[in-house]
């Protein structure tokens, strides 16, 4: 009996001592006095410890690590009143509920700092800018809460609003002039990878923004970033949860003044999958070909038994060539967000909270494409250059195309915290198809002169994604000062091309410009081709990061961590050609393929016409790769009392590579990154940033391998090359940022960068005199560049404008390549003023952005203009003399409006490319310009409804 009571006095003063030691926290809510609606990013500040939160897009926010006692909170929030909660008591590990109804009136700002705690809200405009004033890093920053003003459907649509960075047509990122190798793509903390055929750039127009909470674009290096950052990373940050249940669906229906409703859009008989978006079955290789039985030379039957074959492997693939004209429909899209932390029973004085989360979204969209007055043409010297007054044509086509495509995106998440640990399981799958009819009409230059010319394309796309993660967040130390972070992801990728059919031809005219004759004949055109064309690539990626506050005088946080990635990939092409043996050509593709025309024999067993199929396949239209990558990183961050604070480091990378194609390559390298970063705080909201970081710009798989491939019909080929080595470029920044009031925001700026061999497209000549590109080291290169961004309220303007927010940025970039030594060669023995440097490509010398928000609380009404410019850039630098090709600006102009409807709904209104802009890329020379590429974009009149459940106050 004694000692029972003895063992029982000591676990009750145990329990005691830890309650007591145990911190508590405060929660509450912050809502409209008038409309009791929740107010989002106002700040609550514990006015005796500074401590503070930024409230969540349910008015809700929550205070940690609060010692026990009694305290005076503060909330403040722009263009309302400031209002006090005086003598709040917070018991050990108890928590204290506060909550505040504040009223439209004259606003102070609260001259405190913002300590955003670990389950801050960072799809708030307010806690990323937060974050941004005291990161030690060169960054922007995009908070969904913004990505909703601008009514931005995906990612590649919200990210054109950020300083320096222009979205390719080919989804390609340009940030600080810089792309494919120079960027990466982080989603939830890890790097996507590209399922691309042509290029390593991730497929952003087919991400929803429904799913993310915000964008960081990191434009400086840092040893726990990966080391080929030479342009910027830009990190993703999954759609997160609090332990209120967010609930949101939306419809968004668009009319594109161009492709909606209109009669002509194009089409080709392919499946009834195609809607579903699984038509790619039934376009699979026939079994001969997969058996390797079709010849391989384009060769006349000799035997009866050779004829007799070569027909029926030719009948083993389908005569689907004519394309027709249909209706198409308006595009939509659909999302569904649903999640929750879910708090679990603890055991009674058992002071630790444990939470189960869930969460599930789903997105869909689908999309039709058409333009009919597009051009495609390419131009060439005939003469020499200093003899020569104009460009000559090689082919001039009307363009005329169609697409339509579909998207889906399914994650799901589950996980399980408590007030140390965190971790969660993600699994995403995401799946797209486009199904593209193109027409080209015009004329060509080939053996015999120039020739009327027509050529159609019927292209079928599915690609996707399969992403399984699991990822871990543990608080460490006494007072969770120190925290461990983990992850563990798995990518599968697939993109399958079945069956893309190409068909060409010439045609002959009257003076009233009727068609009297087609041909079918070499030296205009390839022959008809289908191209089965996969890739598969799988990837695992392992990281972990560990930070430490030692309190060692100036040393403020060390952090240490490592990765590692593997991945493989393979890509598989297959041509097969149709051999046209003195064949009648009446203007009907399948006619002239089919049965009919398939090869025969007169009465003396002598061929006297027909087609058939061969295997034009080569070995440089496949490979076979793997790459690993080995990293560990240190870095420390030193601060001193009076603002100085230095953030430094160094990072080691080993990288092994083998591609195995017609040129095969393996390498293995060591690469040391240090990086320095040291901030200055020169008063209470102002900072001054210098920095410098060596980085890398490591060449693909894709672009090791001999691969060559084209993007559309009339694209010049790619093609890879096996010697490539990685760029080295040393990279230094210069920057002020001044943050004045909450959401506000004044930064001045500028980089320069020094790219030793640096890759990029090389133009040569083949043995047709035909121009293609190759992935190839230059020498060097260097660009420096100039990056303005204003954020701001405007009520200085006066009480009406109280409710006005301009954002602004502005960038200027040049940069300096080295020509390579072949085209120098040439160059400089036609022009006598020629420089041994050109741009880089995809470089536009100038970005800016415009937006103009007003938000009318009361009625719940919120309008955005919004003007995106993007200034002239290098496309191609052709070869020799020849005139490069670049793209002319282009100024986009977007409007939305969004009303809410009572407590749960909410209608959107848009207008996009309301100034008409088009893609125009040309030919300078002599003062004239000659169109290479042209194709209207349209104008896109949109709605939109969304429900989002909101808890009751």
Same mark, same amino acid.
């Given at each position: 009996?004694?000692?029972?009571?003895?063992?029982?006095?000591?676990?009750?003063?145990?329990?005691?001592?830890?309650?007591?030691?145990?911190? *508590?926290?405060?929660?509450?809510?912050?809502?409209?006095?008038?409309?009791?609606?929740?107010?989002?990013?106002?700040?609550?500040?514990?006015?005796?410890?500074?401590?503070?939160?930024?409230?969540?897009?349910?008015?809700?926010?929550?205070?940690?690590?609060?010692?026990?006692?009694?305290?005076?909170?503060?909330?403040?929030?722009?263009?309302?009143?400031?209002?006090?909660?005086?003598?709040?008591?917070?018991?050990?590990?108890?928590?204290?509920?506060?909550?505040?109804?504040?009223?439209?009136?004259?606003?102070?700002?609260?001259?405190?700092?913002?300590?955003?705690?670990?389950?801050?809200?960072?799809?708030?405009? /307010?806690?990323?800018?937060?974050?941004?004033?005291?990161?030690?890093?060169?960054?922007?920053?995009?908070?969904?809460?913004?990505?909703?003003?601008?009514?931005?459907?995906?990612?590649?649509?919200?990210?054109?609003?950020?300083?320096?960075?222009?979205?390719?047509?080919?989804?390609?990122?340009?940030?600080?002039?810089?792309?494919?190798?120079?960027?990466?793509?982080?989603?939830?903390?890890?790097?996507?990878?590209?399922?691309?055929?042509?290029?390593?750039?991730?497929?952003?127009?087919?991400?929803?923004?429904?799913?993310?909470?915000?964008?960081?674009?990191?434009?400086?290096?840092?040893?726990?970033?990966?080391?080929?950052?030479?342009?910027?990373?830009?990190?993703?940050?999954?759609?997160?949860?609090?332990?209120?249940?967010?609930?949101?669906?939306?419809?968004?229906?668009?009319?594109?003044?161009?492709?909606?409703?209109?009669?002509?859009?194009?089409?080709?008989?392919?499946?009834?999958?195609?809607?579903?978006?699984?038509?790619?079955?039934? @376009?699979?290789?026939?079994?001969?070909?997969?058996? *390797?039985?079709?010849?391989?030379?384009?060769?006349?039957?000799?035997?009866?038994?050779?004829?007799?074959?070569?027909?029926?492997?030719?009948?083993?693939?389908?005569?689907?060539?004519?394309?027709?004209?249909?209706?198409?429909?308006?595009?939509?899209?659909?999302?569904?967000?649903?999640?929750?932390?879910?708090?679990?029973? /603890?055991?009674?004085?058992? @002071?630790?909270?444990?939470?189960?989360?869930?969460?599930?979204?789903?997105?869909?969209?689908?999309?039709?494409?058409?333009?009919?007055?597009?051009?495609?043409?390419?131009?060439?010297?005939?003469?020499?250059?200093?003899?020569?007054?104009?460009?000559?044509?090689?082919?001039?086509?009307?363009?005329?195309?169609?697409?339509?495509?579909?998207?889906?995106?399914?994650?799901?998440?589950?996980?399980?915290?408590?007030?140390?640990?965190?971790?969660?399981?993600?699994?995403?799958?995401?799946?797209?198809?486009?199904?593209?009819?193109?027409?080209?009409?015009?004329?060509?230059?080939?053996?015999? *002169?120039?020739?009327?010319?027509?050529?159609?394309?019927?292209?079928?796309?599915?690609?996707?994604?399969?992403?399984?993660?699991?990822?871990?967040?543990?608080?460490?130390?006494?007072?969770?000062?120190?925290?461990?972070?983990?992850?563990?992801?798995?990518?599968?990728?697939?993109?399958?091309?079945?069956?893309?059919?190409?068909?060409?031809?010439?045609?002959?005219?009257?003076?009233?410009?009727?068609?009297?004759?087609?041909?079918?004949?070499?030296?205009?055109?390839?022959?008809?081709?289908?191209?089965?064309?996969?890739?598969?690539?799988?990837?695992?990626?392992?990281?972990?990061?560990?930070?430490?506050?030692?309190?060692?005088?100036?040393?403020?946080?060390?952090?240490?961590?490592?990765?590692?990635?593997?991945?493989?990939?393979?890509?598989?092409?297959?041509?097969? @050609?149709?051999?046209?043996?003195?064949?009648?050509?009446?203007?009907?593709?399948?006619?002239?393929?089919?049965?009919?025309?398939?090869?025969?024999?007169? /009465?003396?067993?002598?061929?006297?016409?027909?087609?058939?199929? %061969?295997?034009?396949?080569?070995?440089?239209?496949?490979?076979?790769?793997?790459?690993?990558?080995?990293?560990?990183?240190?870095?420390?961050?030193?601060?001193?009392?009076?603002?100085?604070?230095?953030?430094?480091?160094?990072?080691?990378?080993?990288?092994?590579?083998?591609?195995?194609?017609?040129?095969?390559?393996?390498?293995?390298?060591?690469?040391?990154?240090?990086?320095?970063?040291?901030?200055?705080?020169?008063?209470?909201?102002?900072?001054?940033?210098?920095?410098?970081?060596?980085?890398?710009?490591?060449?693909?798989?894709?672009?090791?391998?001999?691969?060559?491939?084209?993007?559309?019909?009339?694209?010049?080929?790619?093609?890879?090359?096996?010697?490539?080595?990685?760029?080295?470029?040393?990279?230094?920044?210069? +920057?002020?940022?001044?943050?004045?009031?909450? +959401?506000?925001?004044?930064?001045?700026?500028?980089?320069?960068? %020094?790219?030793?061999?640096?890759?990029?497209?090389?133009?040569?000549?083949?043995?047709?005199?035909?121009?293609?590109?190759?992935?190839?080291?230059?020498?060097?290169?260097?660009?420096?560049?100039?990056?303005?961004?204003?954020?701001?309220?405007?009520?200085?303007?006066?009480?009406?404008?109280?409710?006005?927010?301009?954002?602004?940025?502005?960038?200027?970039?040049?940069?300096?390549?080295?020509?390579?030594?072949?085209?120098?060669?040439?160059?400089?023995?036609?022009?006598?003023?020629?420089?041994?440097?050109?741009?880089?490509?995809?470089?536009?010398? %100038?970005?800016?952005?415009?937006?103009?928000?007003?938000?009318?609380?009361?009625?719940?009404?919120?309008?955005?203009?919004?003007?995106?410019?993007?200034?002239?850039?290098?496309?191609?630098?052709?070869?020799?003399?020849?005139?490069?090709?670049?793209?002319?600006?282009?100024?986009?102009?977007?409007?939305?409006?969004?009303?809410?409807?009572?407590?749960?709904?909410?209608?959107?209104?848009?207008?996009?490319?309301?100034?008409?802009?088009?893609?125009?890329?040309?030919?300078?020379?002599?003062?004239?310009?000659?169109?290479?590429?042209?194709?209207?974009?349209?104008?896109?009149?949109?709605?939109?409804?969304? %429900?989002?459940?909101?808890?009751?106050?």
């Amino acid at each position: 009996m004694f000692f029972k009571t003895i063992v029982t006095l000591i676990l009750l003063i145990t329990i005691s001592i830890g309650g007591y030691s145990q911190p *508590g926290s405060i929660r509450g809510k912050v809502v409209d006095k008038e409309t009791g609606e929740p107010l989002v990013a106002a700040t609550v500040v514990i006015v005796q410890t500074e401590q503070s939160a930024i409230t969540d897009v349910h008015g809700n926010f929550l205070i940690e690590n609060v010692k026990a006692g009694i305290y005076e909170l503060e909330c403040a929030y722009l263009g309302y009143g400031n209002q006090r909660v005086l003598g709040l008591r917070v018991g050990p590990g108890r928590v204290g509920f506060a909550q505040f109804r504040l009223q439209q009136g004259a606003a102070r700002d609260l001259e405190v700092d913002i300590l955003i705690t670990a389950e801050a809200e960072r799809r708030l405009e /307010a806690a990323l800018l937060k974050d941004r004033k005291l990161s030690n890093r060169f960054l922007e920053t995009l908070s969904s809460e913004e990505i909703l003003r601008m009514g931005n459907e995906t990612v590649a649509e919200a990210l054109k609003y950020i300083p320096n960075l222009a979205v390719e047509e080919d989804n390609n990122i340009v940030i600080r002039g810089l792309s494919r190798n120079y960027v990466k793509v982080l989603f939830n903390g890890v790097e996507l990878h590209s399922w691309d055929l042509n290029t390593n750039a991730v497929s952003l127009d087919a991400l929803p923004t429904a799913i993310i909470d915000n964008i960081i674009v990191y434009k400086s290096f840092a040893p726990d970033l990966m080391g080929n950052l030479g342009g910027g990373h830009i990190d993703l940050g999954l759609k997160s949860f609090s332990e209120d249940l967010y609930l949101k669906t939306s419809y968004k229906a668009s009319f594109n003044t161009l492709s909606s409703f209109n009669k002509q859009f194009l089409s080709y008989q392919g499946s009834k999958m195609d809607g579903l978006g699984l038509g790619a079955n039934a @376009r699979q290789l026939p079994d001969v070909a997969k058996a *390797g039985l079709i010849q391989t030379n384009p060769q006349l039957p000799t035997t009866a038994q050779d004829l007799n074959q070569s027909n029926e492997y030719t009948q083993a693939f389908s005569n689907n060539w004519n394309s027709y004209q249909q209706t198409s429909l308006f595009n939509s899209s659909f999302d569904f967000v649903l999640g929750k932390w879910h708090k679990l029973q /603890a055991p009674k004085n058992f @002071r630790k909270r444990y939470s189960i989360g869930y969460g599930l979204m789903l997105t869909t969209q689908n999309s039709y494409n058409y333009y009919n007055n597009g051009q495609n043409n390419r131009y060439y010297l005939a003469q020499d250059y200093a003899s020569a007054t104009q460009l000559e044509p090689l082919v001039e086509l009307q363009d005329e195309r169609s697409n339509s495509a579909l998207n889906s995106n399914i994650l799901a998440m589950l996980g399980f915290k408590n007030n140390r640990n965190k971790v969660t399981f993600l699994f995403w799958n995401t799946h797209n198809t486009y199904k593209t009819t193109q027409l080209q009409t015009g004329k060509l230059l080939g053996n015999n *002169g120039y020739k009327n010319y027509s050529t159609k394309a019927l292209l079928y796309e599915q690609s996707g994604r399969l992403a399984p993660q699991l990822k871990g967040r543990h608080k460490l130390g006494r007072e969770q000062e120190h925290e461990l972070n983990w992850s563990l992801t798995g990518q599968q990728l697939y993109n399958n091309q079945p069956d893309w059919r190409y068909f060409s031809n010439t045609y002959t005219t009257d003076s009233l410009g009727n068609i009297t004759a087609y041909q079918v004949e070499d030296g205009y055109g390839q022959e008809p081709s289908r191209y089965y064309r996969a890739l598969k690539s799988n990837h695992i990626d392992a990281k972990f990061d560990a930070s430490f506050q030692p309190r060692w005088l100036i040393v403020d946080k060390i952090k240490m961590g490592g990765r590692w990635s593997w991945a493989d990939q393979r890509v598989r092409e297959q041509q097969y @050609r149709y051999y046209n043996y003195s064949t009648n050509f009446d203007g009907d593709a399948e006619s002239f393929l089919g049965t009919n025309n398939y090869i025969a024999w007169d /009465a003396q067993q002598q061929v006297t016409s027909g087609v058939f199929v %061969y295997d034009a396949s080569k070995q440089e239209h496949s490979y076979e790769s793997t790459e690993s990558i080995a990293a560990l990183y240190a870095m420390a961050d030193l601060k001193s009392d009076d603002g100085l604070h230095l953030s430094t480091g160094i990072r080691t990378e080993y990288t092994k590579l083998n591609v195995q194609t017609i040129d095969s390559t393996n390498q293995s390298y060591l690469s040391i990154l240090p990086s320095m970063l040291l901030s200055y705080k020169t008063n209470r909201d102002g900072w001054f940033r210098l920095g410098y970081a060596t980085t890398l710009g490591r060449p693909s798989m894709r672009e090791l391998s001999g691969y060559t491939t084209f993007n559309y019909i009339g694209d010049y080929n790619i093609k890879g090359a096996a010697d490539l080595v990685s760029s080295t470029i040393h990279n230094f920044d210069l +920057r002020w940022e001044w943050f004045p009031r909450m +959401r506000e925001l004044v930064s001045v700026g500028s980089f320069f960068k %020094y790219l030793l061999n640096p890759i990029d497209h090389v133009a040569q000549i083949d043995e047709q005199q035909q121009q293609d590109f190759v992935y190839r080291n230059l020498d060097d290169a260097w660009m420096v560049g100039a990056e303005l961004e204003l954020r701001k309220r405007l009520h200085f303007l006066g009480r009406w404008a109280n409710d006005f927010y301009f954002t602004a940025n502005f960038s200027y970039t040049y940069a300096q390549v080295a020509i390579d030594s072949s085209n120098w060669r040439a160059l400089e023995r036609q022009v006598l003023d020629a420089k041994p440097y050109r741009a880089m490509s995809k470089q536009p010398n %100038y970005i800016a952005n415009f937006i103009l928000n007003y938000e009318y609380k009361k009625l719940g009404i919120q309008t955005n203009l919004n003007l995106n410019l993007v200034g002239q850039k290098l496309v191609y630098a052709t070869a020799g003399a020849n005139p490069n090709i670049i793209e002319l600006p282009r100024a986009t102009l977007n409007f939305n409006l969004s009303k809410k409807l009572g407590r749960y709904f909410k209608l959107q209104l848009g207008v996009e490319n309301l100034l008409n802009a088009r893609l125009q890329r040309v030919y300078e020379f002599r003062g004239e310009q000659y169109t290479h590429r042209t194709y209207p974009l349209g104008q896109t009149f949109w709605i939109g409804l969304s %429900y989002q459940f909101k808890p009751k106050v």
